[in-house]
């Protein structure tokens, strides 16, 4: 798979990147699209999944062909996220936590020996991957309010403490986890860990009973003295604080990509509704007021898209450790925060549009609408998005 994501600067997709949006469109309407209802139901995760993503060549985007991966860019990437998104967002939201949060940053920031032994199962289907971040008191003060350390002993280090909201955390086999190795230095002294399901010491706390997306399995996971070889070290002692701030970066642009794919999603259902559903002797879609909505919608959207492909784009260019800071740091923040409030908003008329059908739950346009308002808070809330953008514009 060849690299193809920076024409898309030219305001449009080139042929080969419309022909992967299309062709993961198509098989994931066809694979994915039907098992949404149960995955909302039971909180239902398909092991099926990820060996189907498998044979289409959508794990390892980003990853040498030598190690099993496709050898794509990040754009292509995106575009896969973009076309999960439409139709089936809990997928598509585990595909990030596997693909990008732990994925791409393995393959980034690991050893050689790591890359090699943990990237191959990762690729092909076989191992579900997660990242350990975020915990009961530290959400947008990730990094300061961190309390899970890391003990050096031997040839060995001991994990302790507790990572919540941990998106695949049920399912995951490896899991890219940051904890403090010196408290003593902040923010300055976390350091990042490959841990496996099977390490003693790790347990999956609880599956939590989330609102929206519930297909995409989310859990609080537990280090109890966790024994994790000193190999598994990514990257420096005390330097994970760059393999975090760049993956956050990534982060919130391929985030941005849901948005896109459910908002278009909606508009789609939405149109559908408008031109089929009658009242006063009339389809809905003849009145003015359904159709500024619609109108809307579609701005909504567009501007969504325009904004989205120059900041995945931009992700083909930046060079490993170069984010948390400047202009992709201010332009990946800017591309969240405007994709997720207007795809609520435009979810949100989509379910004005449908009326009491809307507000029922089983219904496809009632699952978009509850699981959009995640896409405001995960990846950095709203009003952490607006910190960065004023503070990189003020300097």
């Given at each position: 798979?060849?690299?193809?994501?920076?024409?898309?600067?030219?305001?449009?997709?080139?042929?080969?990147?419309?022909?992967?949006?299309?062709?993961?469109?198509?098989?994931?309407?066809?694979?994915?699209?039907?098992?949404?209802?149960?995955?909302?139901?039971?909180?239902?995760?398909?092991?099926?999944?990820?060996?189907?993503?498998?044979?289409?060549?959508?794990?390892?985007?980003?990853?040498?062909?030598?190690?099993?991966?496709?050898?794509?860019?990040?754009?292509?990437?995106?575009?896969?996220?973009?076309?999960?998104?439409?139709?089936?967002?809990?997928?598509?939201?585990?595909?990030?936590?596997?693909?990008?949060?732990?994925?791409?940053?393995?393959?980034?920031?690991?050893?050689?020996?790591?890359?090699?032994?943990?990237?191959?199962?990762?690729?092909?289907?076989?191992?579900?991957?997660?990242?350990?971040?975020?915990?009961?008191?530290?959400?947008?003060?990730?990094?300061?309010?961190?309390?899970?350390?890391?003990?050096?002993?031997?040839?060995?280090?001991?994990?302790?403490?507790?990572?919540?909201?941990?998106?695949?955390?049920?399912?995951?086999?490896?899991?890219?986890?940051?904890?403090?190795?010196?408290?003593?230095?902040?923010?300055?002294?976390?350091?990042?860990?490959?841990?496996?399901?099977?390490?003693?010491?790790?347990?999956?706390?609880?599956?939590?009973?989330?609102?929206?997306?519930?297909?995409?399995?989310?859990?609080?996971?537990?280090?109890?003295?966790?024994?994790?070889?000193?190999?598994?070290?990514?990257?420096?002692?005390?330097?994970?604080?760059?393999?975090?701030?760049?993956?956050?970066?990534?982060?919130?642009?391929?985030?941005?990509?849901?948005?896109?794919?459910?908002?278009?999603?909606?508009?789609?259902?939405?149109?559908?509704?408008?031109?089929?559903?009658?009242?006063?002797?009339?389809?809905?879609?003849?009145?003015?007021?359904?159709?500024?909505?619609?109108?809307?919608?579609?701005?909504?959207?567009?501007?969504?898209?325009?904004?989205?492909?120059?900041?995945?784009?931009?992700?083909?260019?930046?060079?490993?450790?170069?984010?948390?800071?400047?202009?992709?740091?201010?332009?990946?923040?800017?591309?969240?925060?405007?994709a997720a409030e207007t795809c609520t908003q435009v979810v949100s008329d989509a379910v004005q549009i449908f009326g009491g059908a809307g507000y029922m739950r089983e219904t496809e346009i009632n699952r978009l609408y509850r699981a959009s308002k995640l896409l405001e808070i995960g990846a950095g809330t709203t009003e952490i998005r607006k910190i960065i953008?004023?503070?990189?514009?003020?300097?």
């Amino acid at each position: 798979m060849q690299p193809v994501g920076t024409r898309a600067g030219q305001f449009g997709l080139a042929p080969d990147q419309q022909e992967i949006l299309d062709t993961v469109a198509g098989f994931a309407r066809q694979t994915f699209w039907p098992l949404q209802q149960r995955m909302d139901d039971e909180e239902w995760w398909p092991d099926t999944v990820m060996p189907a993503l498998a044979s289409m060549g959508l794990l390892g985007v980003t990853v040498s062909p030598s190690l099993g991966g496709a050898g794509g860019d990040f754009f292509t990437s995106a575009l896969i996220t973009q076309a999960l998104a439409r139709w089936n967002p809990a997928i598509a939201l585990s595909y990030i936590a596997h693909e990008n949060l732990c994925v791409n940053n393995i393959a980034l920031n690991a050893s050689e020996a790591l890359k090699a032994r943990y990237l191959p199962p990762l690729c092909d289907g076989r191992a579900i991957g997660a990242l350990g971040l975020t915990e009961p008191g530290a959400g947008s003060d990730a990094l300061g309010a961190m309390a899970t350390t890391a003990r050096r002993d031997g040839d060995r280090y001991v994990l302790n403490g507790r990572k919540l909201f941990i998106t695949n955390g049920p399912v995951a086999d490896v899991l890219l986890v940051y904890a403090k190795t010196d408290r003593s230095k902040g923010a300055k002294g976390i350091s990042a860990f490959i841990v496996e399901k099977g390490f003693k010491g790790f347990a999956v706390a609880q599956k939590l009973d989330k609102m929206g997306f519930r297909g995409s399995t989310t859990a609080e996971l537990l280090f109890d003295d966790c024994e994790v070889p000193a190999e598994n070290l990514v990257g420096v002692e005390n330097r994970g604080v760059a393999v975090v701030m760049s993956g956050l970066d990534l982060e919130r642009a391929i985030v941005a990509m849901i948005n896109l794919g459910m908002a278009e999603r909606a508009l789609d259902l939405a149109l559908d509704y408008a031109r089929t559903r009658e009242q006063f002797g009339r389809r809905i879609g003849d009145f003015q007021l359904v159709q500024g909505k619609l109108a809307e919608m579609y701005v909504g959207v567009e501007t969504m898209r325009a904004l989205c492909y120059r900041a995945c784009a931009a992700a083909n260019d930046i060079e490993p450790g170069q984010g948390g800071r400047g202009e992709f740091h201010k332009l990946t923040a800017a591309t969240i925060l405007h994709a997720a409030e207007t795809c609520t908003q435009v979810v949100s008329d989509a379910v004005q549009i449908f009326g009491g059908a809307g507000y029922m739950r089983e219904t496809e346009i009632n699952r978009l609408y509850r699981a959009s308002k995640l896409l405001e808070i995960g990846a950095g809330t709203t009003e952490i998005r607006k910190i960065i953008i004023a503070g990189e514009l003020l300097g």
